[in-house]
């Protein structure tokens, strides 16, 4: 019986955790700054893929007087499904504002990120808890289709399948160089 009682609970658990780190598709979601210890945030949204992405991350006055420190760390996903693992950015610090930037590489969904709040008393708080504050892509997918700004039918505005091969210059260029070392023989 103890058994079937603790698996159950266990499964709540899991289906609690699992809703809450749901994201609801181009939809996306901040901090609630009254449960943070952050004055303010900014961010780059939607996200461009090939663009600079900025976050502006301001410490709030009381967090910034007894010595918290920041460490703010992002994640990149694929519109195949796929994400980058979670990467500290090296963050510009001018008095209470924290600046990391990032380019998203073509097809990405949408970005995570999250802080680390590490204190002088050396405990920590994350924020989100357990989960990522996430910005949209203005192309992803979902759902067997592609939406944002940037979605184009079937795909993202922009995208072009690269020819394999050679392009026009380095082409031309290659003919060149054979032309003259022929000439030289």
């Not at 996306?28 to 663009?51: A, C, H, L």
Request: aromatic content about 10%.
């Amino acid at each position: 019986m103890r058994t079937v009682v603790a698996l159950t609970l266990i499964a709540l658990l899991a289906v609690s955790t699992t809703s809450i780190a749901a994201k609801t598709p181009g939809q996306d979601n901040g901090p609630e700054m009254d449960e943070t210890p952050f004055e303010s945030y900014t961010v780059t949204s939607p996200s461009v893929s090939g663009e600079t992405w900025t976050l502006v991350v301001v410490m709030d006055e009381a967090h910034m007087s007894n010595n918290t420190t920041f460490e703010i760390t992002s994640q990149i996903c694929l519109n195949d499904g796929v994400c980058d693992p979670p990467v500290v950015r090296e963050a510009v610090i001018d008095g209470a504002m924290h600046t990391v930037s990032l380019t998203p590489p073509d097809d990405h969904s949408y970005v995570n990120w999250r802080v680390k709040a590490m204190y002088e008393d050396d405990t920590k708080d994350y924020f989100p808890y357990g989960s990522w504050y996430t910005i949209w892509s203005s192309c992803y997918y979902d759902d067997g289709g592609y939406y944002g700004p940037d979605a184009d039918g079937d795909g993202c505005a922009g995208d072009e399948e690269d020819t394999p091969g050679f392009t026009l210059i380095p082409a031309l260029a290659a003919i060149g160089l054979a032309i003259a070392v022929a000439r030289r023989d």
